[in-house]
């Protein structure tokens, strides 16, 4: 037996980095704007342990929707945004940013936009290979 799922789920993620700060501006975008199931986190960018982004993107299935009020909710370094919304595509869901309308998945200026984040995600992760390398190398020569 086929299990069937609503198609073109309206999917919101918010997330703030620090408790002292709250979600409710967030919150009432994505409702504005129509998405009713969302997603939310206290959980700063570079934590990995982001238990509510993960289970979003692991319930994905065709023709879903995720949209963020800004991308730097959903990943603070172009290498994690291109993982991340590499993910979602995968799942043939669209991904979208309220904020910036360029990074809408469900267009082909939006594809290249992310493509083009792709990328910059590879030039990014050699730039923290190099330092990183460069910073034991360092370490060792210090003692």
Not at 30 to 48: D, F, Q, S
Request: proline share 1%; hydrophobic share 35%; charged share 30%.
């Amino acid at each position: 037996m086929t299990e069937t799922h609503p198609q073109n789920r309206r999917l919101g993620y918010a997330r703030v980095s620090t408790y002292g700060q709250t979600l409710d501006t967030q919150l009432e975008q994505l409702r504005g704007a129509g998405w009713t199931k969302i997603y939310r986190e206290k959980v700063t960018g570079a934590h990995g342990d982001r238990r509510e982004l993960l289970k979003m993107l692991k319930g994905l299935t065709l023709g879903d929707v995720v949209t963020v009020t800004r991308i730097d909710r959903l990943a603070r370094s172009t290498f994690d945004l291109f993982g991340i919304v590499k993910r979602i595509v995968d799942a043939k869901a669209q991904f979208r940013s309220l904020a910036e309308p360029w990074a809408d998945t469900g267009t082909r200026t939006g594809r290249l936009m992310i493509a083009v984040l792709g990328g910059l995600a590879d030039v990014e992760r050699d730039l923290i290979c190099t330092r990183t390398a460069e910073g034991r190398s360092r370490a060792q020569n210090c003692g």
